[in-house]
Nanobody, 114 residues
Framework: QEQLVESGGGLVQPGGSLRLSCAAS????????ISWYRQAPGKQRELVAA????????NYADSVKGRFTISRDNAKNTVYLQMNRLKPEDTAVYYC???????WGQGTQVTVSS
C-alpha cells in the first residue's frame, strides 16, 4: 500500500528555518517524481516545489525561490524540504504528493509567528 508520511513541522519565528521530511513506503520510490504542496487557511492548495525521480531536476514556486530547497535520498525513500528565511505567509499545512496516482500524505503544520 502506497504511503507518504510528512514530519518536521512546527512553530518557528520569522527568519527561522525548518526541514520537512516525506517518508515513502509501499512503492519503488526512486521511480517517481515527488512534490510539496501547502494550504493556508482559506486558500487553495498550491504547489511549492517538485523534484524529479532521479533528483536531477527541481522547480519552485516564485514565492519560495531562493529560500526553500527540495532534495531527496532515494536510499532512504525520503524527500526533504529545507525552508529558510521563513515568513508569516509561509504558514500552512504542508503536504507531499506523488503525482502519478495522486497519492498524498496527511500533512504537517508549519506556523511562522513571533
Amino acid at each position: 500500500q502506497e504511503q507518504l508520511v510528512e514530519s518536521g513541522g512546527g512553530l518557528v519565528q520569522p527568519g527561522g528555518s525548518l526541514r520537512l521530511s516525506c517518508a515513502a513506503s509501499g512503492f519503488t520510490f526512486r521511480n517517481y517524481d515527488i512534490s510539496w504542496y501547502r494550504q493556508a487557511p482559506g486558500k487553495q492548495r498550491e504547489l511549492v516545489a517538485a523534484i524529479a525521480s532521479s533528483g536531477s531536476r527541481t522547480n519552485y514556486a516564485d514565492s519560495v525561490k531562493g529560500r526553500f530547497t527540495i532534495s531527496r535520498d532515494n536510499a532512504k525513500n525520503t524527500v526533504y524540504l529545507q525552508m529558510n528565511r521563513l515568513k508569516p505567509e509561509d504558514t500552512a499545512v504542508y503536504y507531499c504528493r506523488r503525482v502519478y496516482g495522486d497519492y498524498w500524505g496527511q500533512g504537517t503544520q508549519v506556523t511562522v509567528s513571533s
